[in-house]
């Protein structure tokens, strides 16, 4: 596997690749890699040529009082790991690489931005967005790849390549979870003992709301109401939010009609954790 730390040499790596007619599957991850981003990188093995990995902490993405200096970073371990899937090559770039002095220019997707994380963390999609485009125009890859486990991202960043006709497709991977459920997620790793076990709520509210609707519960509000209740026998448990929006397009709703997507974000102590299920179709279902 190739680690590349430069945009120049990035570019080179896939001008040589697409030479030799490959085609090219792109996984952007911000590291500390997990079962979930391996998932990720398989996909893309098994759908194209060669697949290339970035790992890149995005400090545009992070709010001024979030977690961006005690983010997990582990690039010798992850450089194994992304070896021992076959990725061909390992994007490492540093910030000054990304956003050298002079640096002026940000992406902003409109209107769904405004609710979930984007309403609790302001500026963060824009982050997102900015980062995913530069990383997309470096590695100019046929499929990119991300996970449903952000559910929003993904909304966000297929409307940003619909809207400025970026030319690849974007791939969609189901949660992957821990065998009692949790969704696996770099900063599963913040969590103390007691605070691991309280997060297991999320998904079994999520399994609570899954099994709601599988008995014929459409009301959004007596969803809402049962994860709320859920969640609040956990005392370490604290709410950001509780959503329930049609989907994909992410309206509000009363009733669930179609598909719909229960969104929640807790805090268990310092970390905030995510996660999502849909509901009346099949796509990253619980
Ligand atoms: P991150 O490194 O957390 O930015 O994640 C990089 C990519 O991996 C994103 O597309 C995430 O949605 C995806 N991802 C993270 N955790 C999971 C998971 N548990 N299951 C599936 N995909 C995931």
């Known amino acids: 596997m190739k680690i590349i730390e430069t945009i120049a040499e990035m570019r080179q790596f896939v001008r040589e690749q697409r030479g030799a007619g490959k085609t090219i599957g792109f996984v952007p991850t911000m590291g500390a890699l997990h079962q979930g981003h391996q998932e990720l990188f398989h996909k893309a093995g098994e759908r194209c040529d060669i697949v290339v990995a970035s790992i890149f902490v995005n400090p545009m993405q992070f709010g001024v009082n979030e977690d961006l200096a005690a983010y997990p970073r582990d690039s010798e371990g992850d450089a194994r790991k992304a070896a021992a899937v076959g990725v061909a090559a390992l994007f490492l770039p540093r910030v000054e690489e990304m956003y050298p002095t002079g640096y002026a220019t940000q992406v902003d997707v409109l209107g769904i931005t405004d609710l979930l994380c984007g309403k609790s963390r302001p500026g963060h999609f824009r982050g997102v967005a900015t980062v995913v485009t530069k990383l997309f125009n470096i590695v100019q890859p046929d499929v990119a790849f991300f996970g449903q486990k952000d559910a929003q991202q993904v909304l966000v960043l297929k409307r940003m390549a619909a809207d400025l006709n970026m ?120």
């Open 167 to 286: 030319a690849l497709e974007i791939e969609v991977v189901p949660i992957v979870r821990e065998a009692d459920g949790l969704a696996l997620s770099s900063r599963n790793a913040y969590l103390n003992a007691k605070e691991r076990q309280a997060a297991l709520s999320l998904s079994r509210s999520l399994a609570l709301a899954k099994q709601e609707f599988a008995a014929g519960r459409r009301s959004v509000q007596e969803l809402k109401q049962l994860i709320l209740e859920e969640l609040s026998k956990e005392t370490l448990a604290v709410i950001d939010y509780v959503e329930v929006y049609s989907y994909p397009d992410l309206a509000k709703t009363e009733t669930v009609a179609g598909q719909a997507i229960v969104a929640l974000a807790v805090r268990f102590g310092a970390t905030r954790l995510i996660d999502n299920l849909i509901l009346g179709g099949t796509e990253g279902c619980y």
